[in-house]
């Protein structure tokens, strides 16, 4: 059987390898001038690979529609790709989190895993190769569609099945600009609304994050509320960071794939109040908290408010919290009444950030939204729309949160389109 894969990312490498592996002729057609480009920047450029957890996990980690890839992740699991890896001389590490890295820290060596493997089974790639369109023929005495090749810089080269891996919209200069969508719906599919998810978030109070640009909170609690419902959306322990805009990191990142999904929202959330509470010393309860503070003021009793919390605080945080409290910095510690200490420790328990939106989609790790699952047949990736047509990776309406589990569905769902 002849199959063509389009897109080079690392579910169309996948879906390519898979398939080749069971005997077919491949061609993997990539628009870009090498492979795995957004694979690259994955993990600050490490690749955080997978994830250690059982493969039930990934399903909860997994708030845009996690049980359609049941099947997907039973085909192809976390310890298969690290057995991938493995078999093309890469060995790998576990770190903080439960993520799966390679033990060189450099994704360019997970790349080079799939570029290899790809060379030893005879796939033919073909770069710089923007696909135009899909041709379909109608089965006859049937209203369903059958693929017979792609229109490709203006040439047609005919196939038996067709793979579209070419991504979502997110960090477009790595080739994910959208085109998938494009062909997927001039065949009838229906793309979902298509929003930025695991997308840092801006702030109203621009002035104090530009303050603390650059300060990362390695083990603080945060809370998402909707003050009009006065509603949790996302709670989450770990790390954050401050930007110019805003808020980053592995737990916002996180947050923002519940809040793209929270109900009515629009992306500056001009219909939503929503409010980021930040515990600064989740590992104190507010009366042990109350006790270091006290321990703190007695060593320092005769000293300026303003320069008694280098010990509890990050040098940034410390006159942005003093000014949360509205009490004096000039005033001595010894001063200091006990109402005065209760708001240090509500501040310290209740940081408040107020959210304005997210970043545009070009600065999302991943799109939510996408082809519509139930146009797909959830155990080969099949449309259910064209014969011979099949979807991977993040082309399709799933999407997880950080940690590596994006790139298992890369993985999962393009062996499992490659194989079926």
């Known amino acids: 059987m002849k199959v063509i894969v389009i897109g080079g990312g690392p579910a169309g490498m996948m879906a ?25 920047i994955t993990g600050k450029g490490r690749c955080n ?10 399903i909860k980690n997994t708030p845009g529609n996690g049980m359609f890839l049941y099947s997907c992740y039973q085909n192809f699991t976390n310890q298969d790709i690290i057995k991938f890896l493995k078999q093309q001389g890469l060995e790998v590490k576990e770190e903080r989190g439960n993520r799966i890295f390679p033990i060189t820290d450099k994704s360019q060596d997970v790349l080079k895993c799939f570029t290899k493997r790809l060379k030893e089974l005879n796939v033919q790639i073909y770069y710089n190769s923007k696909v135009e369109q899909i041709i379909v023929e109608d089965i006859e ?7 017979i090749g792609v229109k490709v810089n203006d040439k047609i080269i005919n196939a038996d099945k067709i793979i579209l891996a070419t991504g979502g919209k997110s960090y477009p200069l790595t080739g994910s600009t959208g085109d998938g969508y494009n062909l997927a719906k ?48 996302y709670e989450d322990f770990g790390e954050m960071l401050f930007t110019h805009f805003g808020v980053s990191g592995p737990t916002i990142l996180s947050s923002s794939a519940h809040l793209v999904r929270y109900k009515n929202i629009d992306e500056k959330l001009k219909n939503r109040k929503i409010l980021l509470k930040i515990d600064l010393k989740p590992a104190l309860s ?43 910095p000039e005033k001595k510690v010894n001063e200091i009444t006990k109402e005065e200490r209760k708001k240090i420790i509500y501040v310290l328990k209740n940081f408040e950030v107020e959210i304005k939106g997210f970043r545009p989609i070009e600065e999302a790790i991943i799109t939510s939204g996408g082809i519509n699952i139930k146009e797909i047949n959830p155990k080969t990736m099949e449309s259910k729309l064209v014969k011979g047509l099949y979807f991977a990776g993040e082309i399709i309406d799933v999407d997880s949160y950080t940690g590596g589990f994006n790139l298992q569905i890369a993985y999962s769902t393009g062996y499992t389109a490659g194989k079926a």
């Open 286 to 328: 507010e009366e042990k908290l109350n006790d270091r503070i006290l321990r703190d003021f007695e060593q320092l009793k005769n000293k300026k408010f303003k320069n008694s919390l280098d010990k509890l605080l990050p040098q940034k945080l410390i006159p942005i919290v003093i000014s949360k409290t509205n009490i004096n």
């Open 141 to 147: 005495k049937s209203n369903i569609k059958q693929v």
């Open 49 to 58: 690979i997978t994830s250690s957890l059982d493969m039930q996990d990934f």
């Open 16 to 40: 390519a390898i898979s398939s080749a592996e069971n005997g077919n002729e491949v061609i993997l057609l990539e628009k870009m001038q090498s492979l795995g480009r957004k694979l690259l």
């Open 186 to 233: 001039s065949l009838g599919h229906t793309i979902t609304n298509i929003k930025p998810s695991l997308v840092p978030l801006e702030s109203y109070n621009k002035e104090i994050c530009k303050e603390l640009q650059g300060l990362s909170l390695r083990n603080s609690e945060i809370k998402l509320i909707d003050l009009e419902n006065n509603k949790i959306i």
